[in-house]
């Protein structure tokens, strides 16, 4: 069975300072990687996923199929991307998602 | 587009009590899932559906049950509910190569 790992549950920078989620996963086959957001009081929603291969908000993720990796990245960080972020691993397309533990991230001023 | 809503928002039953979760979607989407977030753990699935009249076991079935019986709801019904249901559940939908998207979920608490 799939298994995503986020080993962080908090990561706490200040503005202005890089910011990187690791995100492991544990799948024999080639699967799809996501990257969700959940702001404060907001519903889950997509940031990233790795075929778009886009960055969104200054956000970047590469998959590492040899390290069975999807980790994200910022290299300057904003107090607006304070929020819970999870990793998700889905098999194939019309498969369901499976989810990381999240990691909190809190940027200070 | 209101997308995926959920009802109710926040719920307390009394432990034994029963309760359906609402969830419906109108973006046509074949794929409805049932995920429940507990602090620390991520989000567990419950239950899933990949079409009207079609449902499936997640990682964490018990003590929920679910129908299908339109493309549009997906409620989740707890019978004899229990201190181990509490906890945010999220509705989402998706269709077959879409990103999954989440209701704003709903927070219970059994007492």
């Known amino acids: 069975a799939q298994r995503v790992t986020q080993p962080e549950k908090l990561l706490s920078v200040f503005k202005g300072a890089p910011v990187e989620l690791k995100c492991n996963y544990s799948y024999s086959g080639s699967p799809e990687l996501f990257w969700y957001v959940q702001y404060s009081r907001q519903r889950l929603q997509l940031l990233l996923r790795h075929i778009s291969r886009e960055s969104i908000k200054g956000f970047t993720a590469d998959l590492n199929k040899g390290e069975t990796s999807f980790h994200l990245k910022k290299p300057f960080a904003q107090e607006e991307d304070s929020a819970m972020y999870y990793c998700a691993l889905r098999k194939a397309a019309g498969n369901k998602l499976t989810f990381g533990g999240g990691t909190r991230v809190l940027v200070k001023p | 587009n209101a997308g995926v809503t959920q009802t109710p928002k926040f719920r307390i039953l009394k432990i034994g009590q029963s309760m359906t979760l609402q969830c419906t979607q109108d973006m046509n989407h074949n794929y409805m899932y049932w995920y429940r977030q507990d602090p620390g753990m991520g989000l567990k699935l419950i239950y899933y559906?990949?079409?009207?009249?079609?449902?499936d076991k997640g990682e964490v079935p018990n003590g929920y049950n679910v129908s299908r019986s339109t493309t549009e709801d997906f409620p989740l019904r707890l019978e004899l509910a229990a201190p181990s249901q509490t906890s945010v559940y999220f509705c989402a939908s998706g269709g077959w190569d879409t990103e999954a998207f989440f209701g704003q979920g709903t927070r219970l608490t059994v007492v």
């Open positions: 559906s990949v079409g009207a009249g079609i449902t």
